[in-house]
């Protein structure tokens, strides 16, 4: 994320769908599928989900874990959704409250809502499922959207739907990773799964969306079957009277959306050819198209696979574009653990978007200048936080809570992690600092890699690149 300051048309759906490209070679993974049903009048998504899971733990299993991030957007919710600085763009419409509420899980021996902030949904099954098995659970459940400019939420013009579904905790040492909404960054941590939708709304409104898919309309409803392989999760943007202008990055098609206007012919070349730029500079693009959505968004942007949100109304658009279009490669392709480090796949991503308008200057940046911009807001914030507080904390592997707010995960999670990639290239030089990268991409490739992953495709040049990264992620180094 960039910041800135069962229906009755499913059969002629699936006759009608594009054939999906594989997006890698195949390999066993869980597997969703959902009947949504959207009322814009009551703002409540009417769902049936059915996952098949497949266990590619080296563990049996007794239970499941999914997150609720739907719930953060609840009256009295501990861990709000939208951080104060952004909350009077957000909330257009005074407070507003969401939920998502389980109506059933069939397949089950029970299940109960829990965690800290009524966050988790857990499942205990009614038998072990054993490494690289499979079972079975469907679930009913209604999500209500706050009107938000958010990337769950009912904004002004359109509607995005971000996280609104009970998502399989991804599952680490110690088993699930259980993690608390947090207003700073993103705390999404998923694995690799196939998904397909069978989405329908009222037939005057259209979506936006990653993967591929076919609109049937009847009856005054429009349903969407959608198909994504390989993806982390799926988001889809809804409003009325869509636009759309569409470019080629090579083989892949670039669809870029806005609702009510035309989308800017600057933001579509932008989209393209930054997506052909990484393409070329990390590692083929893992799907067949990508869409970017303009939506109703408090701040700049929001990354999916295959797809980003932008705001409407973001500054420097061309920026924000850049960097959304770099996650599909740093989060989308190769993920992280967004939560813990944060940094990995956010100054990378910043970093990217500098290098790719280094390469193109007829967008009117500059590298040096993003880079010198990036370092001016960090030296500031270190005098601030040095001067109030006796000092400044700068070590960047943190959760996102221990942020004390958008100031300091801004300048920690994106600018000094932009530092620190821009000095390791200095230090190392262009080719092995690109080798380094195109082998962390396709190493990592629909994983997710942890900081000593990343750091390992550095120092195996011996360029001793290990010591600037200690020097900058245990806040040793001096900027």
């Known amino acids: ?19 999906i490209a594989a997006c890698a070679e195949h390999t066993e993974r869980s597997r969703y599928v959902m009947y949504l049903d959207y009322s814009p009048e009551t703002r409540t998504l009417s769902a049936r989900m059915t996952l098949d899971f497949y266990n590619d733990t080296d563990n049996a299993l007794n239970e499941l874990k999914f997150e609720l991030y739907p719930n953060a957007y609840r009256e009295g919710a501990k861990y709000r959704p939208v951080s104060e600085l952004y909350e009077p763009a957000a909330y257009y419409d005074g407070e507003s409250y969401g939920n998502i509420e389980i109506a059933g899980v069939e397949g089950a021996a029970e299940y109960a809502v829990c965690g800290e902030d009524d966050n988790i949904l857990s499942v205990g099954l009614t038998a072990p499922v054993y490494p690289e098995e499979r079972t ?12 938000v400019n958010h990337r769950l939420g009912a904004g002004e013009n359109t509607v995005n739907f971000a996280h609104f579904y009970p998502v ?3 599952y680490g040492r110690e088993g ?25 709304l009222p037939e005057e409104y259209a979506a936006a969306f990653g993967g591929r898919g076919e609109r049937v309309a009847e009856n005054g409803t429009a349903t969407y079957h959608i198909v994504s392989e390989n993806v982390r999760d799926v988001a889809l943007v809804c409003g009325k009277d869509m636009r759309s202008r569409t470019a080629q990055a090579g083989d892949v098609s670039v669809e870029v959306v806005a609702f009510g206007s035309d989308p800017d012919e600057t933001t579509v070349r932008a989209a393209a050819e930054s997506l052909a730029f990484y393409s070329r500079t990390f590692g083929a693009y893992p799907y067949p198209r990508y869409t970017v959505a303009e939506t109703d968004l408090c701040a700049g942007g929001m990354e999916y696979p295959a797809f980003s949100m ?19 490669w740093w989060y989308a392709a190769v993920g992280n653990n967004q939560f813990e480090h944060a940094w990995m796949d956010e100054g990378l ?8 308008l280094e390469a193109y200057p007829s967008y009117g940046y500059r590298s040096a200048e993003l880079v010198s911009r990036a370092e001016s807001s960090y030296r500031t914030f270190f005098s601030v936080r040095s001067q109030l507080c006796g000092e400044a904390d700068t070590t960047m592997n943190r959760p996102l809570t221990a942020f004390s707010g958008e100031y300091e995960y801004g300048n920690i999670a994106y600018y000094k992690s932009m530092l620190l990639f821009d000095r390791l290239r200095l230090s190392i030089g262009d080719r092995r600092f690109y080798s380094g990268l195109k082998e962390y991409a396709e190493k990592y490739r629909f994983r997710i890699a942890a900081p000593e992953d990343l750091i390992s495709c550095f120092y195996r040049t011996g360029s001793g690149a290990e010591g600037l990264f200690d020097s900058f992620l245990n806040g040793k180094c001096v900027i």
């Open 136 to 147: 079975t659970l469907e679930m009913s459940f209604t999500t209500t959207l706050a009107r």
């Open 310 to 328: 932008i705001s409407r109304d973001a500054q420097e658009k061309t920026l924000v574009v850049a960097h959304e279009t770099a996650h599909q």
């Open 168 to 170: 399989l905790c991804s």
């Open 1 to 19: 994320m960039r910041k800135l300051m069962a229906y009755t048309t499913a059969a002629l759906l699936i006759a009608g769908l594009v054939p």
């Open 176 to 200: 699930f990773l259980e993690y608390v909404y947090a207003a700073n960054g993103d705390p999404f941590v998923s694995a690799c799964a196939d998904y397909e939708l069978f989405f329908r």
């Open 349 to 356: 991503a910043e970093y990217s978007a500098a290098l790719f």
